[in-house]
């Protein structure tokens, strides 16, 4: 059983930071939050998403699990406008959810979920370093680093306190600094890991532009980044495997 | 003879209509009005385009024919700003168009009519049902249908009073229910029919979004759009052949 | 020594100005102004830029000459908000520009400016017909000519005291005319030329849309064409050499 209504933005902001990294995924119909875990076919992201009950305008769940082609859903959640609201129906016997938007009825098949990729045991890593970064900084050394390589270094600079996103390319190097003044909170460590951009890249264009993100960090390990939507209801956090560095 | 100044926005809201149906076709400049018809190579859809007199700022003309390339003469309706007059001018001897938008004077070679597709005689149907909808509407249900299908069914449920723009795809269905609450008017009749959804798409790209669209609809016919532009003194009417439903 | 200070916006003028005709250039940082001279490979467009001291909030240098990739260096000025200040230091041991923009600092490996294209030397034309228009005009003239040719004529009408913008197509004719009324400036002259498009098109993307720009042409000449940037303390000459006249 599962039945539910939520905004169209706060379903859109969910689906979207799942769908950068997979085309299909399972999604949890737990009785008090909607859960999805994925990693991308190369397993080198994670994400775990929940969105709480208290999300969306009703929620009705028990403890199911359904496949869903997150593109096809992207695009019936496309046609809301941004106050609409969607409705959400499983039919248990058919395997088909009933969506309906404002007077638009939209029956989508479900997927076997035995068919999809098995979901990922997110580790529970004790990172030595955390930064908390308005996520247009994030966007912007993003993009900075894409200028001159394919890949991007997140390091802490423990005696100046600092931030560094950088990236160093066959003749250009490019170097985004932030300090104390500029970040949300630090809590400094020795932290200094190179990671590959497409992935970063991906992760980045689900981030919402005025979400808080805390980067937890080490050497030469998995970053995470932690950042929350949907009024604080709804929980996301990526995670990325690192890239050997080579000097 | 013909000589006519009229606004930019109204020339191009009649291009448009005709332009998503062919690449060139005739205009009989009438004493009273501009008037076009044209079919598409397949014989599919149809449009009927009267532009009155009173829609011009002035109108002369004496009944000839012209033909013409519309891109082209829609590429210049485009350099026009929005509050614009286009001046007209036909050449009898050169068989040329003059066109002047603010000082910038354009010389359009016109087409020999008799290279073009005859016009088509519009069938005079009589269809059982009517409904009047607001362009955003259909737009909405074109979009919907657009994801799961190549075609698309419009349909009266006559119990229920209700329009239904409508998809079926491999997997999944789609259906736009549209109460007396969402619609201008409603004469309901028995109607169901099928179409193909490029012509439809096609047409709907001509409507501006604030039209009111006349449907006229029978159980396997073919389906008749007409709406106004030009502060109701231009008049639009689509016909578009029905596909055969098969289950 | 090189080391400047300077608006984002300031420096995206410029190096747009260069960067329609060229890949690569040498910029010459001299005392009172940083100047580039460069001509495309085919030898039928030149640009003449200078940027004086002033136009810079801070700026020392010292005559030496750098060689710049100008894409590059474009996408990093373009990292920059339009409020921000773009820092320029010329690392003479290394020889590479360190650029730094809001906390974001790019390292910049110089080309050899020997192995750049010679500076041209741009001719000092008497040319008998000037012509002072907005920047909007001259657009809206180019594109129309572009509905109907490859090439763009540039005429002055002694007699009427007009400027035309022309163009003549296989079938079609454009002419845009600009009288006294249209233009800033007119001093009337034999000046009747011939050019291509694609070098006007892209000389004229560079021209900010609220410039007045000088247009200096004769017969069968050369055209130049003057426009300022910077609050009027950077100046930009294009000059395009002429198409045979084939009539």
Chains 1, 2, 3 share one sequence.
Request: aromatic share 4%; hydrophobic share 40%; proline share 4%.
């Amino acid at each position: 059983m599962f039945q539910a209504i939520v905004s169209a933005s706060t379903l859109r902001d969910a689906l979207d930071s799942v769908s950068v990294l997979v085309d299909e995924c399972k999604i949890r119909l737990n009785e008090d939050e909607l859960a999805i875990r994925a990693v991308d076919p190369a397993n080198v992201g994670m994400v775990d998403l929940t969105l709480d009950a208290a999300a969306f305008e009703s929620y009705e769940a028990d403890g199911g699990v359904i496949g869903v082609n997150l593109s096809r859903l992207e695009d019936i959640a496309g046609m809301a406008n941004t106050g609409d609201l969607v409705h959400l129906e499983l039919d248990e016997e058919t395997r088909k959810l009933h969506i309906q938007i404002e007077g638009l009825s939209y029956t989508l098949a479900l997927i076997d979920p035995d068919s999809i990729r098995q979901e990922p045991d997110i580790p529970d890593l004790d990172l030595p370093a955390t930064i908390v970064v308005e996520g247009t900084h994030l966007d912007r050394g993003i993009k900075a680093a894409d200028m001159v390589s394919d890949h991007i270094g997140l390091r802490v600079d423990e005696a100046d306190e600092t931030f560094h996103i950088e990236a160093e390319g066959d003749t250009d190097d490019v170097d985004l600094e932030l300090g104390r003044d500029d970040l949300i909170d630090l809590s400094a460590g020795p932290a200094d890991s190179l990671f590959s951009l497409d992935y970063l890249k991906d992760m980045n264009k689900a981030i919402p532009s005025d979400a808080e993100v805390t980067v937890e960090l080490g050497e030469e390990f998995p970053v995470k980044l932690h950042y929350e939507f949907g009024e604080g209801m709804g929980h996301v956090t990526y995670m990325l495997a690192p890239r050997i560095q080579s000097d």
